[in-house]
């Protein structure tokens, strides 16, 4: 089992940015992947951008070129960093590790709003 536990989100204004976190914890071992994902209301769950344990990263085309995706494998830990917020960028985002199992964190949710 892995364990993952976002934080980081809030209410940001347009043009801002975020910066989210995300913990692993348990089998981390088994984990090859990992990644963020946002749902917004009513909408389903999608990538954000995801980063192996070896390779490069990549992102949604409505975020390339505002995130930065980054896995710090001493700590076990994984960041987003976004900029230039929009309100459609509002949802909760979560925390994936994927490897034998896909795994998720409970999510954070991001708001960007004036």
């Known amino acids: 089992q892995v364990q993952l536990v976002e934080s980081g989100g809030g209410v940001v204004q347009p043009g801002g940015s975020l910066w989210l976190s995300c913990a692993a914890s348990?089998?981390?071992?088994?984990?090859?992947?990992m990644g963020w994902y946002r749902q917004a209301p009513g909408k389903q769950r999608e990538l954000v951008a995801r980063i192996p344990r070896i390779g490069t990263a990549t992102y949604a085309d409505s975020v390339k070129g505002r995130a930065t995706i980054s896995r710090d494998d001493v700590n076990n830990m994984v960041y987003l960093r976004m900029n230039s917020l929009k309100p459609e960028d509002t949802a909760v985002y979560f925390c994936q590790a994927g490897g034998r199992q896909i795994y998720w964190g409970r999510g954070t949710q991001v708001t960007v709003s004036s």
């Open positions: 348990g089998d981390i071992f088994s984990v090859t992947v």
